[in-house]
């Protein structure tokens, strides 16, 4: 049974730092891409970053490149989502996700991802 639980969110000033964790079971992370999506209050959910299981290629979304970067922990089954210099605007709930497909590309389309976390709230204060 495929399990994705993230953790490491918070409050954090402007300008600051949180790194997300998804731990994940059930699968190993170099089978599968998984991708980290957010959801602010009235606003549909979008994608942030992903990591391809074939290839290790990574993607992100236009507002987060050069201040996020995704990764993966093989031995620990974990992806991380460093983000640095944190804005107001990323304010959101952040999920994890995996796609079904073994060694495929990842995407930034929440369509595209079968299995889900139960988000973790990011907050950044002016």
């Known amino acids: 049974q495929v399990q994705l639980v993230e953790s490491g969110g918070g409050l954090v000033q402007s300008g600051g730092s949180l790194r997300l964790s998804c731990a994940t079971s059930g699968f190993a992370v170099d089978y599968l891409s998984v991708g980290w999506f957010r959801q602010a209050p009235g606003k549909e959910r979008e994608g942030v970053a992903c990591?391809?299981?074939?290839?290790?290629?990574?993607f992100y979304a236009d507002p987060v490149k050069g201040r996020f970067t995704i990764s993966r922990d093989f031995a620990a089954n974990t992806v991380f989502l460093q983000m640095n210099s944190l804005k107001p605007e990323d304010t959101a709930v952040y999920y994890c996700?995996?796609?079904?497909?073994?060694?495929?590309?990842?995407?930034?389309?929440?369509?595209?991802?079968?299995?889900w976390g139960q988000g973790t709230q990011v907050t950044a204060s002016l």
């Open positions: 990591v391809s299981s074939n290839d290790g290629n990574t």
């Open positions: 996700a995996t796609r079904e497909s073994l060694y495929s590309s990842c995407s930034l389309y929440s369509y595209d991802y079968k299995y």
